[in-house]
C-alpha cells in the first residue's frame, strides 16, 4: 500500500516538471507552490500509513494471542484419522473439533454414504465413512437390438447380436442382398441403381468404430476405405482406377486387376508376373516343354509364345542344295561349263529373331561378315520385297562386313523377313553370292 502511494506521487511530481519544462519556462513562484503542495501530500500520506501500520501490529498481536490459546486449548481435542478414499480424494487435512472434511469420488465412480464428516466435541466423526463405487453405465441398457453391455470404468462397450453394428448397435450391418419384393422391371431398375455394387461378400467389410467421449471414429481394414452411404460400412478401395495414371507410372506393366483390400498385376498370355509383381516376362516355352514342335522342326521362343520353323533348302533350277547345318544350305557343286549354275547363290543362311513391337529405330539387327576375301570387291545389298524396303536397309560397317538396319519400327503382331546379299567380284565379274535370310517374329506387345 506504501509503495502504490510513493509510486503515485512520484509520478504525480514527475509528470508535473515535465509538463512545465515542455512549456515557456514557469516563474520561482510557480516553482515553490508546486513543491510544498507535493511536501504536504506527502505528510499526509506518511500519517496515514503510519496509522496503518500501527493497526496491522495491533491485529497480529491478537493474532498470536489468540493463537497461543487455541493451542493449548485443543491439544488433545483431535478425531481419529479417516481412512484414504479409494478411487477418490479426501478433502481438508485437519482433525480437530469443529473441522470438517469432504470426499469426491474420482471420474466414474459414485460416492456411497457421507458426503461430509465432522469432527465432533466427542472427537468422533459425524456420518459413515463413504465408498466410492463403479457407475454401472450399463444400468440404463444402452445397447440396442438385443446387444450385451460390458460395464467399464466410466464408459461401456456392446457386443452386438449377429446383423447389428455401431457403437449402441444401432445400425443394420449391410448386407447388399436385393430383395425385390415387387418384380416389375421398373421396380428392379430402381433397386439395381440404389445399390451399383450390388454384390455381398469381400468388396463391402464393416468398419472397426470407437466411441470416445461422444464422437465415433471409424476406421477401415488397409485397403479399404468409409463408403459414402453410411460410416459403419468400409468399401474396397479401387487400386487400378485410383492410381491408373500415377506419377510414378503405370502400376501394373500391362494389366491391373482390383482385388479386395488390394491388387494384383495381370499379363498377357505368354507372359508371367515378375518377381515384384508388376512386370511381365515372357515363358520360355522352347526351354519347358509347352511348345508344340515336331522333331524336324526348331523352336524358337518368341515374346509372348514360340514359333516352329523347318529350314527347307532352296529348289532352284540348275543349282542343288544341300543343308550342312540346321540353318544353312550350301550349293553342290556346278558341273563344269554350267553358267547358270554358277550364278545361283554358293549358300543359303537363316536366322529368326523374336523382338519387342514397336522397336525403336534405326538400329542394327543383323552382321554378316565375309570370313575371307575371295575376290577383289565385296557388295552387300538388300533383297526381298516392299515390306523389307520399308523398315530395312543395308550398310557397310567394315571392309568385310554388312548390316542389315532397322529404318523404321514395326507394330506387332508381325513376321517380316529381309534377305542380305553379299557378292564377291573380281574384276568386275561375280565370282560367289551368300544369301542370309532374316526373320523377325514381331511380338504383340511391347514389353
Ligand atoms: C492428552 O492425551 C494424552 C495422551 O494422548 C494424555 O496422556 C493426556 O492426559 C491428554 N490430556 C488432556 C488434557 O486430555
Ligand atoms: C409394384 O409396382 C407397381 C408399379 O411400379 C405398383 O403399381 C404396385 O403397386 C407395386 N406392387 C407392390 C406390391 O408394391
Ligand atoms: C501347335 O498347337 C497349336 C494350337 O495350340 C496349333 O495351332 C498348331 O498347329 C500346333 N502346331 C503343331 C506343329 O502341332
Ligand atoms: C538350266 O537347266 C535346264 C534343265 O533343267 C537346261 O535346259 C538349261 O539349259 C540350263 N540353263 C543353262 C543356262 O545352262
Ligand atoms: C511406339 O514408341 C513410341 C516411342 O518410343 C511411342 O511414342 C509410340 O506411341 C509407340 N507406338 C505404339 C503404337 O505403341
Known amino acids: 500500500m506504501f509503495i502504490c502511494a ?22 520561482r513562484n510557480e516553482i515553490q507552490g508546486s513543491l510544498r ?3 504536504k501530500l506527502l505528510s499526509a500520506h506518511e500519517a496515514s500509513y503510519m496509522q496503518s501500520l500501527r493497526n ?35 478433502l481438508g487435512k485437519s482433525h480437530l473439533v469443529g473441522h470438517e472434511v469432504y470426499f469426491l469420488c474420482d471420474p466414474g465412480y459414485e460416492l456411497v454414504g457421507s458426503e461430509t464428516r465432522v469432527c465432533q466435541e466427542t472427537l468422533t466423526w459425524s456420518g459413515q465413512q463413504p465408498i466410492c463405487q463403479d457407475i454401472n453405465e450399463c444400468a440404463s441398457s444402452p445397447c440396442l437390438n438385443a446387444g450385451t453391455c460390458v460395464d467399464e470404468v466410466n464408459q461401456f462397450s456392446c ?33 439395381a441403381t440404389t445399390f451399383p455394387a450390388a454384390t455381398t461378400g469381400p468388396f463391402v467389410r464393416p468398419s472397426r468404430c470407437t466411441t470416445v467421449q461422444g464422437t465415433t471414429h471409424c476406421t477401415c481394414e488397409p485397403g479399404y476405405t468409409i463408403s459414402g452411404r453410411d460410416s459403419y460400412t468400409c468399401a474396397d478401395i479401387d487400386e487400378c482406377e485410383l492410381f491408373h495414371n500415377g506419377q510414378a507410372g503405370r502400376l501394373c506393366l500391362h494389366a491391373c486387376v482390383n482385388t479386395p483390400g488390394g491388387y494384383r498385376c495381370s499379363c498377357p498370355a505368354g507372359y508371367d508376373v515378375t518377381r515384384d509383381g508388376r512386370s511381365c516376362k515372357d515363358i520360355d516355352e522352347c526351354a519347358t516343354r509347352q ?3 515336331s522333331k524336324d522342326q526348331m523352336c524358337i521362343n518368341t515374346f509372348g ?26 550349293r553342290n557343286p556346278c558341273p563344269v561349263e554350267n553358267k547358270a549354275c554358277s550364278q545361283t547363290p554358293n549358300s543359303f543362311s537363316y536366322h529368326y529373331m523374336a523382338v519387342v513391337s514397336n522397336l525403336s529405330a534405326p538400329r542394327v539387327m543383323f552382321r554378316v561378315s565375309a570370313l575371307r576375301q575371295i575376290g577383289d570387291t565385296l ?47 573380281e574384276r568386275r565379274v561375280q565370282v560367289g553370292r551368300y544369301i542370309t535370310k532374316v526373320t523377325l517374329f514381331v511380338s504383340q506387345y511391347d514389353f
Open 305 to 330: 509364345g514360340f514359333q516352329c520353323v523347318r529350314v527347307d533348302c532352296p529348289k532352284i533350277r540348275n543349282a542343288t542344295y544341300v543343308k550342312t547345318s540346321p540353318m544353312r544350305c550350301e
Open 37 to 39: 503542495q507535493v511536501q
Open 379 to 425: 557388295r552387300f545389298s538388300l533383297l526381298g520385297g516392299k515390306q523389307a524396303r520399308r523398315h530395312f536397309t543395308v550398310q557397310r560397317s567394315d571392309r568385310l562386313t554388312g548390316q542389315l538396319m532397322l529404318v523404321t519400327p514395326v507394330q506387332g503382331p508381325a513376321t517380316v523377313e529381309a534377305e542380305v546379299e553379299m557378292s564377291e567380284l
Open 56 to 90: 496491522l501490529k495491533k491485529k497480529i498481536s491478537a493474532l498470536q494471542s489468540s493463537a497461543g490459546k487455541q493451542t493449548s486449548k485443543t491439544i488433545n481435542s483431535t478425531c481419529p484419522k479417516l481412512d484414504a478414499l479409494i478411487n477418490g480424494r479426501k
Open 6 to 27: 510513493v509510486n503515485v506521487i512520484f509520478l504525480v511530481c514527475f509528470c508535473s516538471l515535465h509538463q512545465t519544462f515542455g512549456q515557456d519556462c514557469p516563474s
Open 159 to 191: 457386443v452386438c447380436a449377429k446383423g447389428w453394428t455401431g457403437a449402441t448397435c444401432q445400425s443394420p450391418v449391410p448386407t447388399f442382398l436385393i430383395t425385390i419384393t415387387n418384380t416389375s422391371a421398373t421396380a428392379a431398375a430402381a433397386a
Open 291 to 293: 511348345n508344340n514342335c
